[in-house]
């Protein structure tokens, strides 16, 4: 059974640092991965997607790597701010239906 | 860009009630999800549809049911609310020719009291 699991749970930095958060999965036989982000009370808005055949995605200040092989992924966010608090969620898409398998999340906190 | 849009931001509701929540997209996506969100358990799959008609259990089906009767629109049905159904609801949906990817809607917060 898929499992994935995000450290750390919980992160708080200074603003300008840049930062990196973990994600990793026990099968590799992964379709996709995703990274959300998730505002307190609200949805959770879709950062980036990575294909099971690329090495890593890029948008803006974010960049997302993955290893299938390791079971590892990773989000690099550049020169944080504090607008960028908030969970930020992987989960890997399973080969079949497209169902995804969540981590627990990392709470980010970007200080001023 | 992708819509999901869900019916209520906030329901209130009492035990015993008939409860419906509505969800919909308006990006031609085959794929549609439940979810329910609490603290400390994360998020947890309750149905999903491939089509139209179609529907499969998540990981906690019990005590709810679906309706897709087009393909836009995917509705979680409570059919007795009890109080530990008070919970954030989630839907999404994604389609296999975007790779999968799943986009959510705002959420509804339930409490059933």
């Known amino acids: 059974k898929q499992e994935v699991t995000q450290i750390p749970a919980a992160l708080s930095v200074p603003e300008g640092e840049n930062l990196v958060l973990n994600c990793s999965f026990t099968?590799?036989?992964?379709?996709?991965l995703q990274w959300f982000r998730q505002d307190p009370g609200k949805g959770l808005t879709s950062l980036l997607l990575?294909?099971?055949?690329?090495r890593e995605q890029t948008s803006g200040r974010l960049n997302a790597s993955l290893d299938k092989s390791s079971g590892r992924s990773t989000l690099y966010i550049a020169a944080s701010q504090p607008g960028d608090s908030a969970t930020y969620l992987c989960?890997?898409?399973?080969?079949?239906?497209?169902?995804?398998?969540f981590g627990q999340g990392t709470e980010l906190s970007v200080k001023p | 860009d992708v819509k999901v849009t869900q019916s209520s931001r906030y329901l209130v509701k009492r035990t015993g009630e008939k409860v419906f929540l509505e969800c919909v997209q308006d990006?031609?996506?085959?794929?549609m999800f439940w979810y329910r969100q609490d603290p400390g358990l994360g998020l947890r799959l309750i149905y999903f549809?491939?089509?139209?008609?179609?529907?499969e259990k998540g990981d906690i089906p019990e005590g709810y049911s679906v309706s897709r009767e087009k393909k836009e629109r995917f509705s979680l049905i409570l059919e007795s609310a009890s109080t530990n159904q008070t919970s954030m609801y989630l839907c999404?949906?994604?389609?296999?020719?975007?790779?999968?990817?799943?986009?959510f809607g705002p959420g509804t917060r339930l409490t059933v009291t």
């Open positions: 989960a890997v898409i399973a080969l079949w239906g497209g169902k995804l398998i």
């Open positions: 990006m031609d996506h085959e794929n």
């Open positions: 990575i294909q099971s055949s690329q």
């Open positions: 999404a949906s994604s389609s296999v020719d975007r790779g999968y990817e799943q986009y």
């Open positions: 099968d590799s036989a992964i379709y996709n």
């Open positions: 549809s491939y089509d139209v008609k179609m529907k």
